[in-house]
């Protein structure tokens, strides 16, 4: 009995010891060699307030690039589109809470997750806009630059939510893009480029204002938890 | 409503507006359908389009207290939602009018609270102000836990104007005015809109800005710089304008004032001397003409009076003064010419007579009677003109001056003939000199040598002198001539000169000037020219004593002689006068 004892409480100890050694890690940078490498440390709520200037550029950024477009392409009888877009955009796998209540009850963690993945799902259809921009005659350049930079801090906003999951939640490397949530459909029936485009954007701006909201309250509930949380 | 016989208009929605982004409400209109418009015959569905496509539900609660409105509590405000809302008539199944948003879309914020501004600073001109104004986010909008970002936009405007300005959005609660004008009222406005969104809100109340200008002495310090600036630049432009056109300013201001002038003669002439050149131009002018010696007329009247000729032997001088002609084919009894030519003339004499001589043209001493219509016993005219021979030698051989010899106890001046300053003896010589024009001399005797008249009382005037040493060729040989001198009474002896030759009468008591000429040692034992030496009250010449010639003297010591020039021809001047003068 005493042997199993001991032969039990060894394996303990030792995932023990690799869990705080996991915790006990700081944040390691990877550069872009991919070595790890010791990284400036940077407080959680610092970083907190850098990601949310990521999200309310990028939400501000998507919102002046759906105006270019649709001014530049899209006629005056499909504008009212924009309102009824809300089910032309894809639909998440998990249902995203869309009043203030349901918002002020949800977890932290949910917030984070749904961010992540929301800036996941983004990335290539985005990417896939640019180039299909391109294609366009007369596309203005500051609509081209703007879907450009979006692209770009797109990539950096998913990197520090990684982070920010990471310290906040204590949770380890998460995947980077879990699958069956990125793919981006689109309605079947819309089959005009450009309407495509449009429905594309309309929902892009949509999403980063969620992304906007979420971390704001999140922001919110660090500083003040009793106001935020409550009703 | 138009409720004219316009086209219908149906039933619809007039707008749906969330405040906060929690609630939100629609209102409708009945339009033209008044039958419509009572409460509960329209109704309104709305359906939110989520995947699971749910069902039209009707309007959770109508507005109690507002007419057609649907109001959506926090319980059915679902955001990143599209919502469609239908209108519909209750009695029959009919949709009038349908309306897809989604509720961020819909959100008009409520206006900030709170603006107040506050001075920040004053410029130093004190003409603008910097102000910087606060706000507050309406209370509605729940900006603290990040449900909601807003921009602000803050709107200016003076008091009295229609436009607006607006600055730039604002993310804060506090934004500077700048620029705004003393003593100009303005009026502050603010609004906001979500971030992300187009839709701007209610304004809030206007607050208005006033700030007094301030009177510092700074500002007026600049006013006064310029003005003095302003004034010292017009001035340095004033004197710039006067020195530059200073010559054109003068003749402006202060116009020459014409000096008195002889037309065509330039003043410098005269300053230089040049007596030739001036006398040329004077005798291109008909005021002063030195040839008129030849043509004034009253030259012309030099008559010799032969019956009254001298009374002494003088008279036999006179006679042979007047026979004294030119010699030449003229014939003409020219005593001044023959002087000239007599080459006995006496050296004293000589220089005198020659310079008399060359005044040929200034000495019309006599002209030549032999073309002269007038013969000695012509009458015809008492006054022949005086022609003007032609410059020849009997002018230049003329003599201008005859010398008084004597003076008769009357008071008549006795003319010797000039060449000759000796006695009376002499006049047997000039008449052997012109022996050969005695019988002309004779006749020229007859002569009359007008004498001019010097009819001033008591006045002298050279150019009488001058021309009373004229004497006119065609003598006329009247004697009653008007125009020779006179035999004057002894009575008018004091008021009236007769000055030149004497008439063959003798009588003439005027006096005759003779400059003395060649100098006291030159003087021949008879000099040609008595020097007259002073006037006595009597208006009669005292002649220099000193002369032999003269044997009468003046009853007045003759004083010595002062030096005197040489007087070209012949003249007095008024110098000389006064030196002569008592």
Redesign the interface.
Request: glycine share 8%; charged share 35%; with cysteine.
């Given at each position: 009995m005493r042997r199993l004892q001991v032969v039990h409480a060894f394996p303990c100890c030792v995932l023990l010891s690799l869990l705080c050694w996991t915790v006990a890690v700081p944040l390691d940078c990877k550069d872009e060699s991919g070595a790890l490498s010791r990284c400036a440390t940077i407080s959680q709520e610092k970083l907190l307030d850098r990601v949310i200037q990521h999200a309310?550029l990028i939400?501000?950024v998507?919102?002046e690039s759906c105006t270019l477009f649709e001014e530049m392409f899209v006629p005056y009888s499909m504008r009212?589109f924009?309102?009824?877009?809300?089910?032309a955009c894809v639909?998440k796998a998990f249902t995203?809470p869309?009043?203030?209540?349901e918002l002020?009850q949800i977890s932290d963690k949910w917030l984070l997750h749904s961010v992540l993945m929301m800036v996941q799902s983004w990335i290539e259809p985005l990417v896939y806009l640019q180039t299909t921009l391109d294609r366009y005659d007369d596309a203005p350049d500051t609509l081209l630059n703007r879907t450009k930079w979006v692209s770009d801090k797109l990539v950096s906003l998913e990197q520090g939510v990684v982070v920010l999951i990471r310290k906040m939640l204590d949770e380890g490397m998460l995947s980077p893009s879990p699958p069956g949530v990125v793919q981006y459909d689109v309605q079947p029936e819309v089959l005009e480029s450009v309407l495509r485009d449009y429905t594309l954007l309309s929902c892009f701006?949509?999403d980063?204002?969620?992304m906007?909201?979420f971390?704001?309250?999140l922001?919110?509930r660090q500083t003040?938890k009793l106001?935020?949380a409550l009703y | 409503m138009d409720k004219t016989r316009d086209t219908p208009v149906l039933p619809h929605f007039t707008g749906c507006r969330s405040r906060e982004q929690e609630t939100f409400r629609c209102w409708w209109s009945a339009g033209t359908f008044s039958n419509l418009s009572e409460p509960g015959a329209l109704v309104v569905f709305f359906q939110m389009k989520n995947t699971p496509l749910s069902d039209w539900q009707e309007c959770p609660e109508y507005t109690a207290t507002v007419e057609n409105e649907c109001y959506f509590s926090k319980t059915f405000t679902h955001i990143w939602t599209s919502y469609c809302v239908q209108l519909r008539a209750t009695a029959q199944n009919i949709t009038y009018d349908e309306f897809c948003f989604t509720v961020e879309n819909i959100v008009h914020p409520d206006p900030p609270v709170g603006l107040n501004w506050t001075l920040l600073n004053v410029s130093r001109s004190g003409l603008n102000f910097d102000i910087l104004v606060r706000w507050a986010p309406p209370p509605s909008a729940d900006v603290h836990t990040g449900w909601m970002s807003l921009k602000y936009e803050v709107q200016y405007r003076q008091r009295n104007a229609s436009h607006w300005d607006k600055l730039d959005l604002e993310s804060g609660t506090q934004q500077s005015i700048y620029g705004l004008q003393t003593d100009k009222e303005y009026e502050v406005r603010i609004h906001c809109k979500m971030s992300a969104f187009h839709n701007f809100g209610e304004f809030s109340d206007s607050i208005f800005v006033h700030v007094a200008p301030i009177p510092s002495k700074e500002s007026v310090f600049p006013t006064m710089v310029l003005l003095v600036s302003g004034v010292v630049g017009l001035l340095i432009l004033l004197m710039l304008v006067i020195f530059s056109q200073q010559q054109r300013l003068m003749v402006i201001l202060l116009p020459p004032v014409p000096a008195p002038k002889i037309k065509g003669i330039d003043p410098e002439l005269l300053k230089k001397g040049k007596m030739d050149q001036l006398n040329s131009l004077l005798s291109s002018q008909h005021m002063y003409n030195q040839d008129t010696y030849r043509e004034d007329p009253w030259v012309e009247f030099i008559q010799l009076d032969l019956d009254d000729a001298g009374e002494k032997s003088g008279s036999s001088d006179t006679q042979r003064l007047l026979g004294f002609t030119r010699p030449g084919p003229k014939g003409d009894d020219d005593s001044g010419r023959a002087s000239c030519y007599d080459p006995d003339l006496l050296p004293d004499a000589e220089g005198l007579l020659a310079a008399h001589c060359e005044m040929e043209e200034h000495h019309p001493l006599v002209s030549e009677s032999g073309p002269s219509t007038p013969s000695p016993e012509a009458t015809d005219a008492p006054f022949l003109p005086f022609r003007t021979q032609p410059v020849g030698q009997s002018w230049i051989n003329m003599d201008f001056y005859a010398q008084v010899s004597d003076v008769t106890p009357a008071g008549g001046v006795v003319l010797s003939p000039g060449q000759q300053s000796e006695t009376p003896g002499m006049n047997p010589d000039e008449k052997k000199k012109k022996g050969e024009d005695a019988g002309d001399e004779e006749v020229e005797k007859e002569k009359k040598l007008q004498l001019l008249v010097v009819g001033s009382d008591g006045g002298y005037s050279p150019e009488v002198v001058a021309r009373q040493v004229e004497s006119s060729a065609p003598y006329s040989p009247a004697p009653e001539n008007a125009y020779h001198a006179l035999p004057p009474e002894p009575g008018e002896e004091p008021q009236t000169w007769s000055v030149g030759y004497l008439v063959p009468d003798g009588e003439a008591q005027a006096p005759y000037f003779l400059p003395e000429a060649p100098p006291a040692s030159v003087l021949p034992p008879v000099s040609d020219y008595t020097v007259v030496q002073e006037v006595d009250g009597q208006h009669s010449l005292l002649l220099n004593p000193s002369a032999p010639q003269s044997p009468a003297c003046p009853p007045n010591p003759t004083k010595h002689l002062p030096s005197m020039p040489a007087v070209p021809m012949g003249y007095l001047t008024p110098e000389l006068l006064e030196n002569l003068s008592p």
């Open positions: 309310e939400s501000r998507s919102e009212a924009r309102n009824q877009g809300g089910n639909t995203i869309n009043s203030k209540s002020q701006k949509k980063a204002h969620k906007e909201t971390l704001k309250l922001k919110c003040d106001g935020c | -």
